[in-house]
Structure formats: C-alpha cells, structure tokens
Nanobody, 123 residues
Framework: QVQVVESGGGLVQAGGSLRLSCTASRITFRYVAMGWFRQAPGKEREFVAGINWSGALTYYGDFAEGRFTLSRDDVNVNLVYLQMNNLSPDDTAVYYC???????????????WGQGTQVTVSS
C-alpha cells in the first residue's frame, strides 16, 4: 500500500514563510505525480499545486501562483517540497499531500493521500 507522509506544518505570522515536505513510499508504479490540496474550516478541499513525475511540469491554484513553489528533491524523486511565501491568514488550512500516476487539478484523480498537516497563519 502506497504511503504518503507530510511534514513541516505549523504556526507562522502573516507575511512569513513555511516549507512543507512530503514523501511517497511503497510505490508500485514507475512514474509518480505528486501534489497538494488544502482544506480550511467550513470550506471545500481545493487544489494547491501539483508536479509531474519528472518535475518538468507544475500546476498551481490561482491563489498559489507567485507565492508557492513546488519542487522535487534532486536525489529522491518521491520527495517533494512546497515552499510557501508571503503567507496570509487566508492560507490557514490542513494541507494534504497526494500521489498518483497523472498530474491533475481534480481531487478525484489522486488515489493516494496523506493524513494532512496543519498550517496556521496568524494576523
């Protein structure tokens, strides 16, 4: 069974930065796309960012463009980093890492999910 594990959440002040990490293990297929979704209290889960298996293609949610950067580790291709800059209280949410065969903005295209990590941005 594929395992997806996130780390790096926490509390940060508005305008600050945070880096989330995510590792996918026990992968049974060769090429793995990875990404992030988030869910704030009372809101639907939304797409944050995704990266294809090679790292050559990345997608971002509109709110993430220019502030968030998703990248793959140079050594472990199943380890990704989500660098989040200029955070605001609106970014407060549980952030979920996902893994799958194809890069997609659609929630139901990702079969493997982590447990989530809390990001809280104080004003």
């Amino acid at each position: 069974q594929v395992q997806v594990v996130e780390s790096g959440g926490g509390l940060v002040q508005a305008g600050g930065s945070l880096r989330l990490s995510c590792t996918a293990s026990r992968i049974t297929f060769r090429y793995v796309a990875m990404g992030w979704f988030r869910q704030a209290p009372g809101k639907e889960r939304e797409f944050v960012a995704g990266i294809n298996w090679s790292g050559a293609l990345t997608y971002y949610g509109d709110f993430a463009e220019g502030r968030f950067t998703l990248s793959r580790d140079d050594v472990n291709v199943n380890l990704v980093y989500l660098q989040m800059n200029n955070l605001s209280p609106d970014d407060t949410a549980v952030y979920y890492c996902v893994a799958g065969r194809l890069l997609s903005r659609a929630l139901d295209e990702w079969p493997f999910w982590g447990q989530g990590t809390q990001v809280t941005v104080s004003s």
